[in-house]
């Protein structure tokens, strides 16, 4: 499977017919849910299926490429000799990673000293399941953008972006995370984003939310109005030293089952502390 090839809808239309595919709910779950592996399997090895929905195993190589790829970009502050993502070494064959407009696949994940790259194009396939500390510290990174995250099966964003002191821009409006459990200190360290959308996050999973906006001192407001916290245990220094933040919507927060709270909003404006208050009775501030 040739990973750095692109594939639009109409294309893949075209060459599969999937307007005349009766099944074509098979396939969104199959792929939809790929975090177990076996339904990829289901039409993988399956040639009674394959027939049934006229897709062959060639056909698949191609169709799960489109279905599962996250593609990323990011824009450069510096070209010094740095790291800017960090890849499991076991995960290395999953991630492919291009400079600037080059069609040449590039087998590392830092830059070499004095080299001259603006724009970092990734593509992750479908078998990375966490991208915990994925971008963890690496400060050369000015702007992040989303551009495709057709998958549900990541489960662990903690760290995520934990340290990227240099990060200006985080476009996360294709972002999806269904099956997140853990977002603790997701965005901790990230000093210089002066502001975030985070209301089409479905946090329904989600358990530890602990650190996540720690230290975000120039975010001057957060809608989190749609977060569903009825399963989440650690809140713990979850605003802390976000010193700017001058509206935060945390209105709809359950915090019934959360025991941990410890400094929650500690290093925050008595103004912010005043409108939670007054926002959410129910929310004890330490």
């Known amino acids: 499977m040739n990973s750095g090839n692109a594939f639009n809808k109409e294309k893949i239309k075209a060459k599969f017919g999937l307007e005349k595919i009766k099944n074509n709910f098979i396939l969104k779950k199959i792929f939809g849910y790929a975090k177990n592996f076996k339904y990829m399997d289901i039409i993988k090895y399956n040639k009674k299926l394959q027939k049934r929905i006229n897709l062959s195993f060639e056909d698949y190589q191609e169709y799960s490429q489109f279905y599962s790829l996250i593609n990323v970009e990011l824009k450069l502050v510096d070209n010094k000799y740095k790291r800017f993502i960090n890849i499991p070494y076991t995960q290395k064959e999953y991630y492919h990673i291009y400079f600037d407009n080059s069609k040449e696949e590039i087998k590392r994940n ?89 209301s089409k996050f479905n946090t329904n999973n989600v358990t530890d939310m602990s650190h996540m906006f720690s230290g975000c001192s120039s975010l001057k407001e957060l809608n989190m109005s749609n977060f569903n916290t009825n399963n989440v245990i650690n809140m713990s220094y979850m605003f802390s030293y976000c010193s700017s933040l001058k509206e935060l919507n945390i209105s709809n927060f359950n915090m019934n089952d959360v025991n941990h709270i410890f400094f929650m909003f500690d290093g925050c404006s008595d103004e912010l502390i005043g409108k939670i208050k007054e926002q959410n009775k129910n929310i004890k501030i330490e």
């Open 110 to 198: 830092y830059l070499n000293e004095n080299e001259k790259v603006n724009i970092i194009k990734i593509i992750i396939e479908h078998e990375v399941t966490s991208f915990q500390k994925l971008f963890s510290y690496c400060d050369i990174i000015n702007s992040i953008i989303f551009k495709k995250f057709n998958r549900i099966n990541i489960t662990d964003m903690s760290y995520m972006f934990s340290g990227c002191s240099s990060l200006k821009e985080l476009n996360l409006s294709n972002f999806n995370t269904n099956n997140v459990t853990n977002m603790s200190c997701m965005f901790s360290g990230c000093s210089l984003l002066t502001e975030l959308n985070v």
